[in-house]
Nanobody, 129 residues
Framework: QVQLVESGGGLVQAGGSLRLSCAASGRTDIYRRHGMGGWFRQAPGKEREFVAA????????FYADSVKGRFTISRNNTQNTVYLHMTTLKPEDTAVYYC???????????????????WGQGTQVTVSS
């Protein structure tokens, strides 16, 4: 596993933007070679859901339909950091956002929570209408 620490959450009005950061530490070299990073979110009373993922080796990205075109995931290999740039935010984006990582890339199951062996503590994003 690696240790993940999120930052950048907060309160924003609908239509606004936020950028979340996730700093990884530990055996990041293993994860960067073959693994993936990503974000999940959990709104009050709802299941935790997949938001976006990125393959560390080549930067290929994957998104949930609900955020496609509005959110962008990226990574900085030198700083072992994954970002989630969120634009055109909606009240329904309000949730706790969790950074995730796994040492392997799971092409068929990257939307599944069980595909990730490392989780951050979460950061709150609140979008007001």
């Amino acid at each position: 596993q690696v240790q993940l620490v999120e930052s950048g959450g907060g309160l924003v009005q609908a239509g606004g933007s936020l950028r979340l950061s996730c700093a990884a530490s530990g055996r990041t070299d293993i994860y960067r070679r073959h693994g993936m990073g990503g974000w999940f979110r959990q709104a009050p009373g709802k299941e935790r859901e997949f938001v976006a993922a990125i393959r560390w080796s080549d930067g290929r990205t994957f998104y949930a339909d609900s955020v496609k075109g509005r959110f962008t995931i990226s990574r900085n290999n030198t700083q072992n950091t994954v970002y989630l740039h969120m634009t055109t935010l909606k009240p329904e984006d309000t949730a706790v956002y969790y950074c995730v990582a796994d040492r392997s890339f799971h092409s068929a199951t990257y939307t599944f929570r069980r595909s990730y062996d490392s989780w951050g503590q979460g950061t709150q994003v609140t979008v007001s209408s």
